[in-house]
T-cell receptor, first 113, second 114 residues
Framework: QQQVKQSPQSLIVQKGGISIINCAYE??????FPWYQQFPGKGPALLIA?????SEKKEGRFTISFNKSAKQFSLHIMDSQPGDSATYFC????????????FGTGTRLQVTL | DSGVTQTPKHLITATGQRVTLRCSPR?????VYWYQQSLDQGLQFLIQ???????AKGNILERFSAQQFPDLHSELNLSSLELGDSALYFC?????????????FGPGTRLLVL
């Protein structure tokens, strides 16, 4: 059962544009929501993360928006750059219990010139 | 560089064989996690060890097993390999049992079963 649904599967954005990736979860026990960035041939790397007690977190050009009532969260990449071209995974974790990160299916982002 | 190392980087083997993947966590990290990444299943959690003991289990097949040694490195053993086991296998580590979240991923081992 897919507990974290991610969309879109792929995304093409022009340089300078805004990239938006959405995720929805089902398990209300999840209380930590990280985003990972993965370049070809590399392991996923933590990009930014949020807890449900805040509705938004911003780090540089990356912002997570969180809607607890809708059980949805999204990643916004402002001023997208070609170097942002990668696969992005949302994930969810229930801290304090068996710590299994549940990943979304990934979004392949391509930023064109 | 996350500080997590994995060997080998690539592995090609035949069906029915057994392989061992190795992971060294970041210095000081006590937890090691194993993940499988395939095109059709995405990133799937397999198993976690904390300070030598199994802490959490995910979608790990009975043909697969893992252990964490006193020096905290971990090995993932895959036996009776099938074509469908071809995938990227990632190891991640964290400082604690997982309650505070941050997992750092290694570069992965790409396994190809022919």
């Amino acid at each position: 059962q897919q507990q974290v649904k991610q969309s879109p599967q792929s995304l093409i954005v022009q340089k300078g544009g805004i990239s938006i990736i959405n995720c929805a979860y089902e398990n209300t026990a999840f209380d930590y929501f990280p985003w990972y960035q993965q370049f070809p041939g590399k392991g996923p790397a933590l990009l930014i993360a949020i807890r449900p007690d805040v509705s938004e977190k911003k780090e540089g050009r990356f912002t997570i928006s969180f809607n607890k009532s809708a059980k949805q969260f999204s990643l916004h990449i402002m001023d997208s750059q070609p170097g942002d071209s990668a696969t992005y995974f949302c994930a969810a974790l229930s801290t304090g219990t068996a710590s299994k990160l549940t990943f979304g299916t990934g979004t392949r982002l391509q930023v064109t010139l | 560089d996350s500080g997590v190392t994995q060997t080998p980087k690539h592995l090609i083997t035949a069906t029915g064989q057994r392989v061992t993947l190795r992971c060294s966590p970041r210095s000081g990290d006590l937890s090691v996690y194993w993940y499988q990444q395939s095109l059709d299943q995405g990133l799937q959690f397999l198993i976690q060890y904390y300070n030598g003991e199994e802490r959490a289990k995910g979608n790990i097949l009975e043909r697969f097993s893992a252990q964490q040694f006193p020096d905290l490195h971990s090995e993932l053993n895959l036996s009776s390999l099938e074509l469908g086991d071809s995938a990227l296998y990632f190891c991640a580590s964290s400082a604690d049992r997982g309650e505070t979240e941050t997992q750092y991923f290694g570069p992965g081992t790409r396994l190809l079963v022919l």
